[in-house]
């Protein structure tokens, strides 16, 4: 599973890194890192997640 | 407790998360989806955004994908309205017929309030639904002389801005003495004027609407304000708030008051629960009950909702978020956090309210309830954060953010 983020639609309000912070960071210079491109199949839940989550409809996984 | 099928009526926000959320926990038996609208689930925000400056096709709104919808094996009945529902003999009606059900979740939403008269006449519009902004955007695109936004609270403000950054000539009219000096006090009012002020919107305040009137063609033509002003239009949008959906409930033997009632756990009858816009509960966390009419609200409550049908009373948990919401005006990404009342202290701990950059947080009895953002997406989550520990106001203009 790969995250793809859409960085023209990325806000940086940090939904994301509020339901998984070892994935998603937003840093000081207020722009969003994503700390682990490929998490493991195990956690793609939490990924789904963050996808529904995020309010600009920023992030998707790619298979 | 085995449930063996669910009503979900309303398929918006609410209603596909409750849905997603009952498959997720597990539970195999039907879920009936019934949604008034014809359209599939869609997400409602970018409509007095993206959708109505015409940047976005209407298929980038889709709130699921079709393989998705196609897993989560719904009864998904599209076009049908739900019209009445008795809680004795658990009978819901529908403009399909009448039919048993088990467990009853309310996603129905809200709609738009309008003026007296204003229905019938060209040219008035109100933004709630894709149909309503296709409508709205198409006669934008005709470029009108002047558009009269009725109401500077945050779907007004969104379809001002909107407008302006057409181009097109906006007058703008607010009953009270500032836009949103309710919601979020004088000071901050002031700074949502200015903004619009700054980006040519004709802003009017402290003035009502006496009236509209047509140019005889059956289109409005005019607004008259109750001081007396006249004002060219050829298009009037109305922004001045919702009524919940509860209509088809009234007789049902559910408790209404501007919203379904619920419990703290969301709970409106013995395996009935409400979500979404419609919702009105006891929040603990703020010792009040409220109805919220924000985004991230109606995808947790539904999934709440959800699973209080799937939970066992002794088992259910109260729901206790921290609201929260955005809006996005111009180059501005306005966010609030947390219930703020237009009394609370207010503290700027980044950024100034000349640049149109900061965050404030508003504090009450010593506490911390909210933090309001221009710009500072970041911040306003980490107070949030703050709210959510009951952090003191005092810690929380002292933390380093
Ligand atoms: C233009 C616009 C912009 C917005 N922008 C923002 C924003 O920037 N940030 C933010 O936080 N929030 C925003 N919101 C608010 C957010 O979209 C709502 O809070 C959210 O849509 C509520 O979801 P819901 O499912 O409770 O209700 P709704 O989305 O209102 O859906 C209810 C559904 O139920 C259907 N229905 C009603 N009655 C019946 C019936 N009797 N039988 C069957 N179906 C029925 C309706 O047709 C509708 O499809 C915006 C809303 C609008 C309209
Ligand atoms: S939730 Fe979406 S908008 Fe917010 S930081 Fe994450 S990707 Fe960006």
Redesign the interface.
């Given at each position: 599973m790969k995250i793809v983020v859409d960085f023209d639609l990325c806000?940086?309000?940090?939904?994301c890194?509020?339901i998984a912070p070892d994935v998603f960071e937003?840093r000081d210079d207020?722009f969003l890192y994503v700390l682990n491109e490929n998490p493991d199949e195990s956690d793609r839940?939490r990924m789904e997640e963050c996808v529904?989550?995020c309010?600009k409809?920023a992030i998707s996984l790619e298979d | 407790m085995a449930r063996q099928s669910i009503h979900i009526v309303g398929a918006s926000l609410a209603g596909i998360?409750a849905a997603?959320a009952l498959r997720?926990r597990d539970f195999r038996g039907r879920i009936v989806l019934i949604g008034a609208e014809h359209q599939l689930p869609y997400?409602r925000?970018p409509l007095s955004k993206q959708v109505l400056a015409g940047n976005w096709d209407t298929d980038?709104i889709q709130l699921t994908k079709p393989e998705k919808l196609e897993e989560l094996d719904l009864d998904l009945r599209l076009g049908v309205s739900a019209t009445g529902f008795d809680l004795d003999s658990r009978t819901l009606s529908t403009s399909d017929g009448a039919e048993a059900v088990d467990g009853l979740l309310i996603a129905a939403g809200a709609r738009c309030r309008t003026l007296p008269g204003a229905e019938d006449l060209g040219g008035v519009h109100v933004l709630r639904d894709l149909d309503q902004a296709m409508a709205l955007r198409a006669e934008l695109d005709e470029g009108p002389k002047r558009v009269v936004v009725v109401g500077a609270g945050f779907i007004g403000a969104e379809v001002a801005a909107t407008c302006r950054e057409r181009e097109l000539a906006v007058t703008m009219i607010e009953a009270l003495p500032t836009p949103l000096g309710r919601v979020l006090g004088e000071q901050m009012g002031e700074v949502c004027a200015e903004v619009h002020r700054q980006h040519g919107v004709d802003l009017r305040t402290n003035v009502g609407v006496d009236r509209l009137e047509t140019g005889g063609d059956g289109r409005v033509a005019k607004v008259v304000l109750r001081d007396g002003a006249e004002i060219d239009a050829d298009i009037v949008v109305i922004g001045i708030g919702v009524t919940p959906n509860t209509e088809w409930l009234e007789g049902s033997g559910l408790t209404l008051d501007n919203g379904v009632v619920c419990d703290a756990t969301l709970l409106a009858a013995p395996g009935v629960t409400a979500a979404g816009d419609i919702t009105r509960w006891p929040n603990y966390r703020f010792d009040e009950v409220m109805r919220v009419e924000h985004?991230?609200n109606a995808?947790e409550q539904g999934i709440h909702a959800a699973e209080r049908l799937l939970t066992d009373d002794l088992d259910a948990q109260p729901f206790t978020p921290v609201p929260w919401f955005?809006s996005d005006q111009y180059d501005r990404?306005i966010?609030l956090a947390g219930r703020v009342r237009p009394d609370d202290d207010v503290e700027i701990v980044t950024g100034t309210l000349e640049e149109h950059r900061f965050a404030a947080l508003y504090g009450r009895e010593g506490k911390l309830v909210g933090v309001l953002g221009f710009n500072r997406?970041?911040h306003?989550?980490?107070y949030k954060?703050m709210i959510e520990n009951g952090t003191s106001f005092t810690d929380a203009i002292a933390a380093e953010v």
């Open positions: 806000e940086s309000n940090a939904i890194m509020q937003v207020d839940g529904q989550r309010p409809q | 998360r997603e997720r997400d925000p980038r985004w991230d995808i955005w990404k966010q997406p970041r306003v989550m980490q954060t």
